[in-house]
Every structure is written in structure tokens, then in C-alpha cells.
T-cell receptor
Framework: DAGITQSPRYKITETGRQVTLMCHQT?????MFWYRQDLGHGLRLIYY???????DKGEVPDGYVVSRSKTENFPLTLESATRSQTSVYFC????FGVGYGYTFGSGTRLTVV | GQQLNQSPQSMFIQEGEDVSMNCTSS?????WLWYKQDPGEGPVLLIA?????ELTSNGRLTAQFGITRKDSFLNISASIPSDVGIYFC????????????FGKGITLSVRP
């Protein structure tokens, strides 16, 4: 399917476990982003990537790791999950740059127990 | 950092009514965008504005980039039940590498 897909849609994990959220886009957009969405905070940028092998921190990067070995994939790893990382995570991509419209995936709802 | 203010948090309107939403900031922005999020889905881009004063329509939606570059509004005309959702504004602060800043969103409810 064309577009941007996230997997899994739902995940429950235990505190301290490592978990990876996947993001795949079929457009070959250069820019990709990870956001978390929490009540009262809106969308907050975790990490972004301008191209394969180029990543940079966003507003709330602590506890997260990203990689981008291929243009189409941008996985987000929680190295040791904490309850405060319970959230809805959105991946997004942009064809033209960081200041243009982003296309979002459908999100992953992560619960850390 | 630069913040975008959207208020109120929730709006309730009757089907068929028009509704206007504002997004304001104390700082200037180079780009303004409006997104809509349906329950259980990611935000979807409705309108993008790239120039101060720009007025753009997309069906029943109209948005404007404020002349001062510190605000934007979104109008929805003749609302229908599927307009229900969360409406976010987003803006790019000055700086070529500045990422989008998002407002906290307004939840719109439409009474049939």
C-alpha cells in the first residue's frame, strides 16, 4: 500500500523492556519525524531525519533512539521503557522540508505497565 | 520555544453553522498549516499557507495567514457531522531548519 504505515497499532510492554516502533513510507520522502501525543501537551517532536543516516533530536528525545539506514524506514526504539512513555506515537514524512506539510501515519498506541 | 495558542479547547456547534478557529502566537511564523485529526487516526493536512496575508480555500474550509505573521484562522462553513474532530494549527518559526510547532488543538463537536 502506498503511504506511510506504522506498526504495531497497539502495544503493551513492561517497564524496563526495549520496544521498537516501526515506520515505513513508500514515497521516498527525505524528511521523517517521530512525535508523541499526550493530553495537555499536544504533539511533541522526539526525533527527525533529513535523509538516510542523518538524524537529530527534537523537543523530547530522552529515552529514545532512532536510526535511518534506508530512506523508507525510520524506526523508533525505547531503550528501557518507562510509564511516562505511555503515549500515542506518530510518524510523519515530508517531501519538501521541515517547514512544509507533513503526512502522518495512523499512530501506535503504546502502554507501558 | 515559540508557542501556538488555540482556544477554547472545545467547541460545540449545530449542524449547518459556520465556525471560526484562531491560532495565535507572540512570535512570528513563516508558514501556517491546519490539520484535522479523527479519532484513532493521525492528523491530516487541510490547508497550508506560506505567505503573509494569503487566503486559501479547500471546499468548505477557508484559512488565512495573518498579516502580522503572528496568527492564522480557519473557517468551516455549513458544518456537517463528519467535521467532528480535533483541529490543530502548526507553524514554522523563522530559520530554514526550524521544525513545525503545533498548537494543542481544538476539539469540535457538531450536533445534528
Amino acid at each position: 500500500d502506498a503511504g506511510i504505515t506504522q506498526s504495531p497499532r497497539y502495544k503493551i510492554t513492561e517497564t524496563g523492556r526495549q520496544v521498537t516502533l516501526m515506520c515505513h513510507q513508500t514515497w521516498s520522502h527525505s524528511y521523517m519525524f517521530w512525535y508523541r501525543q499526550d493530553l495537555g501537551h499536544g504533539l511533541r517532536l522526539i526525533y527527525y531525519s533529513a535523509a538516510a543516516d542523518i538524524t537529530d533530536k527534537g523537543e523530547v528525545p530522552d529515552g529514545y533512539v532512532v536510526s535511518r539506514s534506508k530512506t523508507e524506514n525510520f524506526p523508533l526504539t525505547l531503550e528501557s521503557a518507562t510509564r511516562s512513555q505511555t503515549s500515542v506515537y506518530f510518524c510523519a514524512s515530508s517531501e519538501f522540508g521541515v517547514g512544509y506539510g507533513y503526512t502522518f501515519g495512523s499512530g501506535t498506541r503504546l502502554t507501558v505497565v | 520555544g515559540q508557542q501556538l495558542n488555540q482556544s477554547p479547547q472545545s467547541m460545540f456547534i449545530q449542524e449547518g453553522e459556520d465556525v471560526s478557529m484562531n491560532c495565535t502566537s507572540s512570535s512570528i511564523f513563516n508558514t501556517w498549516l491546519w490539520y484535522k485529526q479523527d479519532p484513532g487516526e493521525g492528523p491530516v493536512l487541510l490547508i497550508a499557507l506560506y505567505k503573509a496575508g494569503e487566503l486559501t480555500s479547500n471546499g468548505r474550509l477557508t484559512a488565512q495567514f495573518g498579516i502580522t505573521r503572528k496568527d492564522s484562522f480557519l473557517n468551516i462553513s455549513a458544518s456537517i457531522p463528519s467535521d467532528v474532530g480535533i483541529y490543530f494549527c502548526a507553524g514554522q518559526p523563522p530559520g530554514a531548519n526550524s521544525k513545525l510547532t503545533f498548537g494543542k488543538g481544538i476539539t469540535l463537536s457538531v450536533r445534528p
